[in-house]
């Protein structure tokens, strides 16, 4: 648990997006964590810098997929099994009209998985806002950025982020009403 004086990182603020997208780019060059990045608009290379890796909402959703097809024909296979209804001599496990069922089920667990992982991924229920980090200002005309640093480095990420550009930089500190839980 962290005291209510112990800083979380440094926070900058900048007046133009292009100074950010650079100091995003030597923040990483010089080993220190970008924590969160604040615009008040959407700023596609910013995504690319912060967040490289692909999602891993797809993989999820491929699994909620596969799973649906093979639930579906194993529903479809033994529930024919089970009741062994012969209909004008065909096979009892006939695939082709089992396809229907399989891709219902494909397309509904897929569906309901891909929603959980969304949910999971984005901390949706547990996502506190405005953060410790936020300023109104980042809604209106400024950009943020928030880098995670130990104690030792806290003056050289100030330093960093006065020479990047920043209008004004500051600590970012725990409130005292996360701190007390």
Known sequence: MKRSSEPLGVLGSFLNPDELIKAIERAKDKGYRVREVFSPFPIE??????????????FLTFLGGLSGVV?????????????????????VTN????????????????????????????????????????RPEFSKDQFGLWLSCEDARRDDAQKFLAEAGAESIRLVEMPESRSAR
Do not use: D
């Open 71 to 91: 639930g579906g024909f194993a529903l479809c296979i033994l529930t024919a099994l089970i009741w062994n209804i012969i209909v004008g001599g065909k096979p």
């Open 45 to 58: 290379e910013v995504l690319e810098r912060v967040s490289p890796s692909p999602s891993p909402v797809r």
């Open 95 to 134: 695939h082709v009209p089992f396809v229907v069922v399989g891709f219902e089920l494909l397309v509904l667990t897929g569906a309901l998985f891909t929603f959980m992982a969304v949910l999971i991924f984005s901390r949706l229920p547990y996502r506190k806002f405005p953060g410790p980090a936020y």
